[in-house]
């Protein structure tokens, strides 16, 4: 691992881990910037090696500010690593739990369907937007982060497991929740979802277990968000 852990980069802290791979702020040595470096588990490597590598390709395209930028990929080993832009700030839960002014939250949604509408413009499908993958800086900008799910529309059918369900239960929008092949909407739906949740204080739907909530996604509208928080503008039902 001369590459990762000596020649090219040097690990200053251990960012988290999620089921895609472990996050770590790291020195670029050739430059002297601080980057994140997301290394892949090894077996989601070894289940999507081929997928992981093309959606690498196309999420390096991306140039926006609102967007993590993905300045590079690599592999060693066998085990592909993902070089990123490191934003200071703090996710959108940590964020919401500071009770910010209604018009700070509606700023960082803002900026976080304008970052949906660059990277859908390259083909992409998020397929995770959640709270924890939407970075808020000092200044109160958003970014979009963790494409670990993401998916390139224009990918072939035999680059992905077909059926398999993937993000996050609360968000997820009705297809998702089937299994069913996914397109931009899928994303809106996670956004408009995700909205709910900072505003009203809660996910749209809850439930004692994940097939609960699913089932409610596919079958029943969500409570309207003035129920749980009244001073969202009456203008909003629209």
Known sequence: ??????????TIKDLGSGAMGRVSLVKDNATGDLVALKRL?????VQGGA???????????????????????GDEDGIPFLV??????????????????????????VDTALALGAVHGQGIVHRDLKPENIRVTPEGNA?????????????????????????????MAPEQCRG?????????YALGAVM?????????????????????HLQTPPTPPRVFNASIPESSRS
């Open 1 to 10: 691992m001369a590459v990762l852990e000596g020649e090219r980069f040097q």
């Open 41 to 45: 588990h090894e077996i989601v490597a």
């Open 51 to 73: 997928r992981l590598r093309r959606e690498f390709r196309s999420l390096e395209r991306i140039q926006h500010d609102n967007v993590v930028r993905v300045m590079g990929y």
């Open 84 to 109: 990123m832009e490191y934003v200071r700030g703090k996710d959108l839960t940590d964020f919401v739990l500071e009770k910010p002014p209604l018009e700070k939250l509606v700023r960082v949604f």
């Open 143 to 171: 970014k979009l982060m963790d494409f670990g799910l993401a998916k390139s529309l224009e990918g072939t059918v035999a680059l992905t497991r077909a059926g398999a369900v993937v993000g996050t239960v609360l968000y």
């Open 180 to 188: 069913a092949p996914l397109d931009y909407r899928a994303d809106l």
């Open 196 to 216: 709910y949740w900072a505003f009203c204080g809660r996910a749209p739907f809850i439930g004692e277990g994940l097939a609960h909530v699913v089932m409610q």
